[in-house]
């Protein structure tokens, strides 16, 4: 508990310094892209653009060739699709198939400013989540929504249920900063309600997320986050990420290595199953972003 609380304070702090430097219209954006692996960025994407997500994690590297590193057998989905009602809300809806997590949610972006460092930019986003999956019965021909410790899959451990407690939701505040033009870093303080579906007493817990971006050049990048969060069964372990992202015209393409096998907010935001620092636990996954309408934001 005493690491959570420093690392957000830490968090909140940085939160702070960057809405406290001085307010002007800042023209460059800091993140190109709306996510990093699952932490969201500042950037908005312009009025009447629909933002279309393909994202996937895969089985663990470590199960090498025999496998493709991980990549024959287990593999969990998440589909997004999001409308941008103006140039700074945006509306959104997100499922993944790990315990059928259906997510609705809202962006408020494009809150910009300058500093002495370079351009920052500001958000807000808040949603609610249901779990629709919640009993051992339904396993969907075969295929368990979510990973055990040690790599098996299965609906609820330990005779627990959440049928009646299959509701989530949170709040964030995004503030980013680019420094010397070429790096992207990002703070993202969050409140989220009820982290662990499994169990009866739900809580508010707080979460701090980092993520950051190199721009090799207009086409490559690489992209790394760490969330911070309290240690609770089942999700012990922080959740951590790092890759690189490719962009061309209105797509982005990012390929991970990461600890984490889930992605939907309510679901990263409450912790890992297994150890970043354990090799072992690493998972190949990619996301897959398209803009449609409206003009794509370019760096």
């Not at 979460?207 to 090799?216: A, D, P, T």
């Not at 760490?226 to 990420?241: H, K, N, P, T, V």
Request: charge should be negative; hydrophobic fraction near 40%; glycine fraction near 12%.
């Amino acid at each position: 508990m005493e690491r959570i609380t420093k690392s957000a304070r830490l968090g909140l702090c940085a939160a702070a310094v960057c809405l406290a430097s001085p307010a002007a219209a800042s023209a460059q954006t800091v993140f190109a892209s709306t996510h990093s692996a699952t932490l969201p960025t500042a950037a908005s994407i312009g009025a009447g653009v629909v933002l279309v997500e393909v994202s996937h994690r895969f089985g663990y590297l470590s199960d090498g060739a025999g496998d493709l590193w991980g990549l024959d057998g287990f593999v969990l989905n998440r589909l997004g699709l999001a409308f941008a009602v103006s140039d700074r809300l945006a509306l959104g809806i997100l499922r993944s198939n790990s315990t059928d997590n259906l997510e609705l949610n809202a962006r408020f972006a494009g809150l910009a400013s300058d500093a002495a460092t370079g351009a920052l930019e500001f958000a807000v986003q808040a949603g609610v989540a249901w779990n629709l999956q919640t009993d051992t019965a339904d396993d969907h021909g075969g295929h368990k929504h979510y990973v055990l410790p040690g790599g098996g899959a299965g609906g609820a451990s330990n005779g627990e249920t959440a049928e009646a407690n299959e509701m989530q939701a949170y709040g964030q505040v995004i503030a980013n900063a680019l420094f010397a033009g070429r790096f992207a870093l990002g703070v993202v303080p969050t409140l989220l309600w009820n982290p662990r579906i499994r169990s009866h007493d739900p809580e508010t817990t707080l979460s701090v997320g980092v993520n950051g971006q190199l721009y090799l050049d207009r086409t490559w990048s690489l992209i790394g986050e760490w969330i911070f969060s309290r240690a609770r069964e089942g999700q012990q372990y922080d959740s951590g990420s790092f890759g690189a992202e490719i962009r061309t015209g209105g797509h982005f393409f990012k390929l991970l290595v990461t600890n984490q096998h889930r992605m939907n907010p309510t679901q990263t935001l409450a912790g890992a199953a297994e150890d970043f620092l354990d090799t072992g636990s690493w998972r190949f996954g990619f996301n897959v972003e398209r803009r449609l309408g409206g003009l794509s934001r370019m760096k």
